[in-house]
């Protein structure tokens, strides 16, 4: 059997009250979610280990059933990963958001919709007027940055250190940023050839300071100030690490011979890449609302043609759960619903060999919060011949009383496995 994993990035929510109480799920029109719901199995699952952030590189990697105590290293290194840059044994890479500031708030975490052509010219700029001069005043090649998409970067320090504090951006909306900035973990440790974590916190923390001097005065952020436009005025660097170790899926599960990873995030393409996954590329795939939905169904049908297991990755929902936007975030739902699951359906019911067919978002990305958050998340799985549950809609409330109950984290893919 063939296994497709869907998921829509921070699609699950809470109880809205303008919805009725109702969480978006339960209120958007998503006809094909539902008619796997029913045919199909449903529990919950908890996607985030205790003690650690819930992020979407967290969820992601526990959905594809690997132990974040033994992997976890951070966004940094899987951005790298896929971005084609290759870490050396004393790089320390951390993900570099380029954000919008105003009044001493935090505004949005990505620079007011920063698109990649504009992100590569401010990138460019950040490694001549920033970089250059640090590392001219380090005495070594000590930090660069790498344009990775939109507004989702990468910054490597050498020798950096990971044992630092640091604020994923898209967690402080509307929140001062000055008692957001970077701090040495307590109790530390040094190690040998490496920055200390005061220095490292130290570095980070004056590369934030000197990039809101430089990008104030790019004509990029002049023109949108012109404009009354958000301007992508600040780096922000968070969840950073070293290279991880982590087994593909193919030593883990039998059942995995070859696979694909389709996504327009960089993060979810460095875990498929560690993960032994394929990368596939969709022309159109902008990780927003107007992503190619359509493409992305089209590659997933095209790939499990030819391979054992697809992951499907979407992060529409989780960008209008971070603006807040209600209407939106519904439209996503219905998209994902109509014009992925629905076509990627059609097509492989029909084929002699089954195909199993698993639904699920990462983690919660309320509207009202704006914020990841680490509850459990509802899940369905479907293929030919699997014994129906009772639940008959695609929620969070109505898969409380699925049949697979409530799975921890690589219970998920172990479970995935035996269908």
């Known amino acids: 059997m063939k296994h497709i994993i869907i998921l829509?990035?921070?699609?699950?929510?809470?109880?809205?009250?303008?919805?009725?109480g109702k969480t978006l799920l339960q209120y958007a029109n998503k006809p094909m979610m539902d008619r796997l719901a029913r045919e199909g199995r449903t529990g919950r699952l908890i996607t985030v280990p205790e003690g650690f952030p819930p992020g979407s590189e967290v969820a992601n990697t526990a959905i594809l059933g690997y132990d974040l105590n033994k992997v976890y290293e951070g966004r940094g290194p899987l951005e790298a990963a896929s971005i084609g840059y290759e870490m050396a044994p004393d790089d320390f890479a951390i993900r570099c958001n380029i954000i919008t500031l105003a009044d001493g708030n935090i505004i949005t975490h990505n620079g007011g919709n920063l698109q990649t052509d504009d992100a590569r010219v401010l990138i460019d700029y950040l490694n001549a007027e920033l970089a250059a001069p640090i590392?001219?005043?380090?005495?070594?090649?000590?930090?660069?940055?790498?344009?990775?998409?939109?507004?989702?970067?990468?910054?490597?320090?050498?020798?950096?250190?990971?044992?630092?504090?640091?604020?994923?951006?898209?967690?402080?909306?509307?929140?001062?940023?000055?008692?957001?900035?970077?701090?040495?973990?307590?109790g530390a440790p040094?190690?040998?050839?490496?920055?200390?974590?005061?220095?490292?916190?130290?570095?980070?923390?004056?590369?934030?300071?000197r990039s809101q001097e430089l990008l104030a005065k790019h004509p990029y952020n002049v023109a949108k100030a012109a404009k009354g436009e958000r301007q992508a005025n600040s780096i922000w660097p968070w969840s950073g690490g070293y290279r991880p170790s982590m087994q593909t899926l193919q030593e883990q599960y039998p059942q995995i011979k070859n696979g694909s990873v389709i996504s327009a995030v960089d993060l979810i393409q460095g875990i498929g890449k560690y993960a032994g996954l394929s990368i596939v590329k969709v022309p159109g795939a902008t990780g927003l609302a107007d992503t190619n939905y359509e493409g992305k169904?089209?590659?997933?049908?095209?790939a499990l043609k030819e391979q054992d297991f697809v992951f499907v990755h979407v992060e529409a929902s989780d960008e209008a759960g971070h603006d807040g936007d209600l209407e939106l975030k519904l439209k996503t739902i219905e998209y994902l619903d109509q014009r992925l699951i629905a076509p990627i359906y059609k097509e492989v019911s029909t084929w002699d060999e089954p195909v199993c067919i698993a639904v699920l978002p990462d983690?919660?990305?309320?509207?009202?919060?704006?914020?990841?958050?680490?509850?459990?998340?509802?899940?369905?799985?479907?293929?030919?011949?699997?014994?129906?549950?009772?639940?008959?809609?695609?929620?969070?409330?109505?898969?409380?009383?699925?049949?697979?109950?409530?799975?921890?984290?690589?219970?998920?893919?172990?479970?995935?496995?035996?269908?």
């Open 8 to 20: 829509g990035d921070g699609m699950a929510d809470k109880p809205v009250e303008r919805l009725g």
């Open 135 to 186: 590392n001219a005043e380090q005495g070594c090649e000590r930090v660069k940055f790498i344009c990775g998409i939109q507004y989702r970067h990468l910054l490597v320090v050498k020798g950096g250190s990971k044992h630092i504090v640091c604020a994923p951006p898209h967690d402080h909306p509307n929140e001062p940023w000055r008692p957001l900035l970077v701090k040495p973990a307590e």
């Open 190 to 209: 040094k190690e040998e050839g490496r920055l200390t974590a005061q220095q490292t916190a130290d570095l980070l923390n004056t590369l934030i300071l």
């Open 297 to 302: 169904a089209e590659a997933a049908i095209k």
């Open 363 to 419: 983690h919660l990305t309320p509207v009202e919060q704006r914020i990841h958050v680490g509850e459990p998340v509802p899940f369905l799985i479907w293929h030919r011949g699997i014994v129906p549950d009772d639940v008959q809609r695609y929620d969070e409330v109505a898969c409380v009383s699925g049949g697979y109950g409530l799975l921890r984290l690589q219970e998920f893919m172990q479970t995935l496995m035996r269908e």
